[in-house]
């Protein structure tokens, strides 16, 4: 079965150090990928995608991600936290036959950055 | 923030209750989606809409039942559910068909939906 996995339900860092939010796939196929942020109250906003080329992808924020193909990650990180970051992250991976539509979820990983 | 809208933004309903879910997306987008979303647990995609056509349909109990009159607008209407529906209700919006795959989704902020 096609699934998302975010090891850790939470991660917590200390601002200003380098933060990794990990995220591996299950899914045949060279998918689409995605990270999301969810603030309280609030829906989802995109924060960057890998759709080919270079693996290392730059989004907003200052945050950027790895695609490792042979590892089937796509983690997410950021050279320096900020309070600001505190919330909840999703990693998101769509696999190109389903017509571009189906997008798998992982659960969640909840970033807790202390000042 | 504004892209993607959703009325109401709390609602408390009866078993018995009928009541609708608005999502209004004012991006030029055309596929729009209804997921749920349960504490701990992964985005469930419900329903996708592409063109005003419904493309998919994940399993969803008869008791959801969605509508989209146009590109714009999408609607879930709720009838005899359940406690274990309770949860948050998100819509999106994205660009397709034709290069979908790659695109973004903008997400409204949810309807939080409390079943009695």
């Known amino acids: 079965a096609q699934s998302v996995a975010q090891p850790e339900d939470q991660v917590n860092v200390a601002e200003g150090n380098p933060l990794t939010v990990k995220c591996t796939y299950s899914v045949s196929g060279n998918p689409y990928l995605f990270w999301y942020v969810q603030y309280p109250n609030r829906g989802l906003q995109f924060l960057l995608k890998y759709i080919t080329g270079d693996n290392l992808v730059k989004g907003s924020y200052g945050f950027e991600a790895e695609f490792n193909k042979s590892q089937t990650s796509f983690h997410l990180k950021k050279p320096s936290a900020l309070v600001s970051d505190s919330a909840l992250y999703f990693c998101a991976v769509r696999p190109p036959e389903t017509g571009g539509f189906k997008t798998i979820f992982g659960a969640g990983t909840r970033l807790f950055v202390k000042a | 923030e504004t892209g993607v809208t959703q009325t109401p933004r709390h609602l408390v309903m009866g078993m018995t209750n009928k009541k609708s879910l608005k999502c209004e997306q004012h991006l030029g987008h055309n596929a729009m989606y209804w997921y749920k979303q349960s504490a701990k647990k992964p985005l469930e995609l419900m329903f996708v809409?592409?063109?005003?056509?419904?493309?998919e349909n994940n399993s969803v109990p008869s008791r959801f039942s969605p509508e989209c009159p146009n590109s714009s607008h999408l609607f879930l209407h709720l009838h005899t559910l359940q406690p274990e529906d309770s949860a948050l209700y998100l819509c999106?919006?994205?660009?397709?068909?034709?290069?979908?795959?790659?695109?973004?989704?903008?997400f409204g902020p949810g309807t939080r939906l409390t079943v009695t």
């Open positions: 999106a919006s994205s660009q397709g068909p034709g290069g979908a795959g790659a695109a973004e989704q903008y």
């Open positions: 809409y592409s063109l005003e056509e419904r493309v």
